[in-house]
């Protein structure tokens, strides 16, 4: 037996013993027994008020000092409060850290109960469904995206594969959304942004069409001629103008080829493949080697070309792939200027960066179609460009160089008075000329001349 109960049983046997005593000096032995156990259980009655009372004040972490039974029942209430506080806490810590942890995702997460009520939400769905943290919570899910696609998908009930939907709080802004359920008729919302993701979709399947279509063209041409050819030789009838059709199957040929050249330039950039030979580029002394090539395209055209040049200026890189980009913006400035028009040709510092510019005074470029320039295939005007010999492929290239020397390529241009492409390599890559070697030549200047006169990168206009 517990030493409460035996002092319990003590007291009880002690106020017996008073009362039985005090009712004998009376003579009234009964009276006296009864008067105790009166006595004793108003005693009782106020412990137990006092218990009741410390229940009430909430206050259980203190409990009173009561001898017997009620300490012993105050200790046990005690110690179970306390371990359910203690538990309490710890699922709140864990609930803290689960939340963070949800807080901290990208994608947006909303969990919603049985009747598309909303019961929580991280701060992706604030940004990406536009929900608001204190007027949203409680309200139904569908009452505030009510896209009709994500309301027949919420409530249709297969959630087996996600939804993905193009509009549903922003323009331009495509989601994916899939709602998995859980616990008691439970569903976890969770949307993520795939934009990006569409976009490069998109853009792969222009790509495949568009490069079939640049190979139809001159393949058609071919196939024709050959077959015009096949058919009179079998005939015996001789071909009158069997000199211009192998000339127009050599320039489709040769457009071709340029084709595959820069598509297999585009990929060496993607992969990286030759681009970890970084050296000091003389870049004065490789604009000049381009000036000649330009003068030479520019020979029927009669365009006045300039070339500002910051002879103190020298950049870490890649010759071969800089003098491919720069000769694809000056071919293009001299083919969209009309003859007779000025190409400036500029190289020089901006602050603690380089700059490698082509100003002209042509067509120029309508502003909603400079945001897709950097597309491989992707012309303002198609039917110019392909009339010109342009793969469509050559800012495609200009945009790996750049992105392989950390640069960034900024386009102004004005429809009627000329465009001007910047090229803006920071200041980790910009190098002051080096001394001079023993055969007099600068460090640099012959990997920069090797790829200007060996013209290992043919330009791709446009």
Not at 94 to 115: E, G, I, W
Not at 321 to 345: C, E, K, M, R
Not at 410 to 423: D, I, K, L, M
């Amino acid at each position: 037996m517990n030493r409460f109960w035996w002092y319990e049983l003590r007291l009880a046997a002690a106020f017996l013993v008073a009362g039985g005593a005090a009712g004998w000096l009376a003579g009234h032995v009964a009276t006296g027994f009864y008067g105790a156990f009166l006595v004793y259980g108003a005693w009782q009655a106020y412990r137990l008020t006092g218990f009741l009372r410390w229940l009430q004040r909430g206050r259980l972490n203190d409990p009173p000092e009561l001898p017997g039974v009620w300490g012993e029942l105050c200790y046990l209430v005690y110690r179970h409060h306390d371990r359910a506080l203690r538990k309490r806490r710890r699922l709140g810590e864990r609930l803290q850290r689960y939340q963070a942890t949800a807080a901290a995702l990208p994608d947006a997460a909303v969990v919603l109960d049985r009747d598309q009520g909303i019961q929580w939400f991280n701060e992706a769905a604030s940004q990406l469904l536009h929900l608001k943290s204190r007027s949203d919570v409680g309200q139904r899910i569908d009452n505030l995206l009510r896209h009709p696609d994500f309301v027949a998908y919420l409530h249709g009930g297969d959630y087996s594969e996600p939804l993905v939907l193009s509009a549903l709080v922003e323009e331009g802004r495509v989601l994916q959304i899939h709602i998995v359920p859980y616990g008691q008729d439970q569903r976890l919302l969770v949307a993520r942004d795939i934009t990006r993701m569409h976009r490069l979709e998109v853009m792969r399947r222009d790509f495949v069409a568009n490069v079939s279509h640049e190979l139809r063209t001159p393949l058609a041409v071919i196939s024709g001629y050959l077959e015009t050819l096949l058919e009179h030789g079998k005939t015996g009838v001789a071909e009158p103008d069997a000199e211009g059709a192998l000339a127009a199957m050599k320039q489709q040929a040769d457009r071709m080829m340029r084709l595959i050249e820069d598509l297999l330039t585009i990929a060496r950039l993607e992969t990286g493949e030759g681009q970890g030979a970084d050296r000091p580029v003389d870049v004065p002394a490789l604009l000049r080697s381009l000036e000649k090539e330009a003068r030479a395209l520019n020979r029927d055209a009669g365009h006045a070309i300039e070339l500002e040049l910051d002879e103190g200026l020298w950049l870490r890189g890649n010759a071969r792939d800089l003098y491919s980009a720069f000769l694809n913006l000056v071919s293009n400035a001299i083919q969209y200027t009309p003859p007779g028009g000025h190409v400036t040709v500029s190289w020089h510092r901006r602050g603690d960066e380089a700059c490698f510019c082509v100003t002209d005074d042509g067509i120029g470029i309508p502003a909603p179609a400079i945001p897709r320039l950097t597309e491989r295939f992707y012309r303002v005007d198609p039917g110019r460009s392909r009339a010109a010999g342009g793969t469509g492929l050559g800012l495609a290239i200009v945009k790996h160089v750049l992105n392989y020397h950390g640069g960034e390529l900024h386009v102004e241009s004005t429809p009627g008075r000329g465009s001007t492409f910047c090229c803006i390599f920071p200041a980790a890559r910009v190098l002051p000329p080096p001394g001079r070697t023993r055969t007099g030549q600068q460090d640099g200047e012959d990997g920069a001349e090797t790829a200007c006169h060996e013209n290992l990168t043919k330009p791709s206009r446009e």
